[in-house]
């Protein structure tokens, strides 16, 4: 019931940006929690960024300075903007939301993932 839709992915050169949206769409009450994450070829998934409801960030190593994560509270969305990609940063992105399912309870959903891919 509970649906989360991504966009934004896509080829780009090194150097170059892109920004990938996550909606999610359903009966949800509000985010406690959203994130991104990655899963290149032959690799584990691994954490890119998050931000919390109260608008709190983080981000791996990897990605500090280059990549920004925003949410919109009122459209249920987290975007990601990538600039300055490196090769290695090319994997499938996949959003992830804790959400609030009603006053004592969440959920954990994620997104069918989207491709980067970062070539010259």
């Known amino acids: 019931q509970v649906q989360l839709v991504e966009s934004g992915g896509g080829l780009v050169q090194p150097g170059g940006s892109l920004r990938l949206s996550c909606a999610a769409s359903g009966s949800i009450f509000g985010f406690r929690h959203m994130a991104w994450y990655r899963q290149a070829p032959g690799e584990q998934r691994e954490f890119v960024a998050s931000?919390?409801?109260?608008?709190?960030?983080n981000y791996a190593d990897s990605v500090k300075g280059r990549f920004t994560i925003s949410s919109d509270n009122a459209k249920n969305s987290v975007y990601l903007q990538m600039n300055s990609l490196k090769p290695e940063d090319t994997a499938v992105y996949y959003c992830n939301i804790e959400a609030r399912t009603g006053l004592l309870s969440t959920g954990n959903y994620w997104g069918q993932g989207t491709q980067v891919a970062v070539s010259s």
């Open positions: 931000i919390t409801g109260g608008g709190t960030t």
